[in-house]
């Protein structure tokens, strides 16, 4: 093991290289760093939240909401299907479903078998189905919902809400921005170098639900908000700026599922800001055919149960593309494009708890991370030159500052966030790293003790350490697995910079003490060990 072997000094050679390319971006000004060729690394160590400052909100979704929602589909999916097969029936809501009176007796066999093929779906694992449809005496029926089935809808929902926040706060996926689930149905969201919650809550709070609904042009809005609404009809505000509310179809014509892309732009004809978006085909074919037959109406876009716009249709849009007009600015219509691209959120979010990290207090940690590290290292070295002297402690100083210059390099390569948990994870890690050539010179020690000549006894305590070594970072290597599945924010921070360092140490206590071990040897051609 203590011969110079070309792929040994290749691998320490390709390491150093990646390390220095990819650590020198943190020492540069930010100007040289954006002067720099776009071929080179410019990255630099992403910062947590209690280094950087920034914001922190833990949110809840709002379950009752969603199950609420269900219902009311589940109520309006009922009635479309009794229309367009001439079924009539009484429906009203319950808890958990609808229970549907049949006027005709003769129609119950024909609903209930309806119903039992159309509703119900299966469950996300395949046992069962979330909805049952049930009958209750000889002219009513019942369709509602299983708990297992709310509470898996509710599950899909909240990791729904996550993948959606972290499109809103990171459209272009670069930010590395920790967006965690807490329990059944709570999120946590960390925005480092954010300092106003409040915005972030605007950003991330807003449902973004967006429907196209028919006007009922045939109801007068004074006798609808006396109580004279006729069934699968509904009043919404309206913001824009002609009436305060309408009187809508319940049924939602085209929904925002179907868009496939919305952007900010300036209409160059009434240098408004608006919102360009365009449907799929799905979206496309219905939105042409109802906008065909409906020339003449007026078509509400609704958007999150208030309505921002209610054109009348003048022609059939059969292109699949159109725009939101209303009350925007730039910076409100660029808002809406990036909520409308990540998509609506399944149920309303609920703002549990708020805080606001200062920038003061950032500037402190990293700091006070900065003399720890400082601190922990001087002290390795001091023990190792005096256990080890200066030749073979030398080696491991050497080692212990490639180890950390590839952690950093990797973290920012990687941009993952480097918390002040992260930052005691990499002192664990000098000393985990440190603890394997401790390992390996107390074998060779042992190995000469016992009369071994000084070549064998330095291959022994390399080959009879790995054992040791191997085992004990594997089952440092599986702690920080465990913390980084089921924990959250500093301490997956910590788990990941752990993680980095136990693959850096190993290799750095490895084979680069190996490698210059090796070269000292083949230049001195000692006779003795010098640490014996």
């Known amino acids: 093991m203590m011969t110079l072997s ?120 395949s046992m069962g189905t979330d909805l049952a449809v049930t009958r209750v005496n000889a002219t009513t029926l019942q369709a509602a919902y299983s708990e297992q089935g709310l509470r898996e809808q509710a599950s899909s929902a909240v990791e729904q809400s996550i993948t959606i926040i972290r499109k809103r706060l990171d459209p272009d996926g670069n930010k590395e921005i920790p967006v965690t689930r807490q329990g059944e149905d709570r999120i946590v969201v960390q925005a480092p170098g954010e300092s106003d919650p409040e915005k972030l809550k605007a950003l991330i ?11 009922d042009e045939n109801v007068d809005l004074n006798q609808a908000q006396a109580g004279r609404l006729p069934p699968g009809a509904e009043i919404l505000p309206s913001d824009d700026g002609f009436q305060p509310a309408y009187v809508v179809s319940k049924r939602a014509e085209v929904t925002g599922e179907m868009l496939t892309s919305a952007r900010s732009e300036n209409d160059q004809q009434t240098g408004e800001d608006v919102v360009a978006f365009r449907f799929n085909s799905q979206g496309a074919r219905r939105f042409g055919a109802v906008t065909s037959r409906s020339i003449g109406k007026r078509f509400a876009i609704v958007l999150d149960g208030r309505i921002i716009s209610a054109p009348v249709i003048n022609s059939a849009i059969t292109g699949g593309s159109g725009q939101i007009t209303g009350s925007f600015n730039a910076e409100s219509a660029h808002e809406l494009a990036v909520q409308l691209n990540a998509g609506a959120l399944p149920a309303p979010l609920n703002v549990e708890e708020q805080r606001t990290v200062g920038a003061e207090l950032g500037a402190d940690a990293v700091e006070a991370g900065k003399i720890s590290t400082a601190v922990g290292f001087i ?50 890690t000098l000393a985990v790293a440190v603890d394997a050539n401790v390992l390996i010179y107390e074998r060779m020690r042992d190995e000469v003790r016992a009369g071994r000549p000084l070549v064998s006894a330095m291959d022994a305590g390399f080959s009879r350490a790995m054992e040791t070594i191997i085992d004990a970072n594997l089952t440092t290597l599986l702690a920080a697995a465990v913390m980084f599945a089921f924990g959250a924010g500093p301490v997956r921070g910590f788990a990941w910079t752990l993680s980095i360092g136990v693959f850096t140490s190993v290799f750095t206590a490895v084979v680069v003490t190996q490698l210059l071990l090796a070269l000292w040897f083949r230049i001195k051609r000692p006779k003795t060990l010098p640490i014996a």
């Open 6 to 125: 070309r792929w040994k000094f290749i691998t320490v050679a390709a390491a150093i290289i990646f390390g220095l390319l990819f650590a020198l971006p943190n020492v540069l000004p930010a100007s040289v760093r954006a002067s720099m060729p776009g071929f080179l690394p410019n990255k630099t160590l992403n910062l947590g939240l209690d280094l950087q400052g920034g914001s922190y909100l833990l949110l809840e979704v709002d379950i009752n909401a969603l199950r609420k929602e269900k219902v009311t589909n589940l109520i309006e999916e009922v009635r479309k299907t009794f229309r367009e097969e001439r079924i009539r029936g009484e429906l009203s809501a319950i808890t958990n479903g609808v229970r549907i009176t049949i006027t005709d007796p003769a129609q119950t066999d024909q609903a209930f078998s309806l119903l039992s093929r159309q509703l119900p779906q299966p469950l996300r694992n």
């Open 205 to 215: 709070g807003r449902t973004a639900k967006m429907t196209f609904q028919m006007v």
């Open 379 to 428: 002290a390795i070295l001091v023990f190792m030159l005096l256990s080890y002297g200066l030749l073979f402690g030398g080696i491991s100083v050497i080692a212990l500052l490639v180890n950390g210059l590839l952690i950093i390099a990797a973290m920012s390569a990687a941009q993952a966030a480097l918390t002040l948990p992260g930052i005691a994870g990499l002192i664990l």
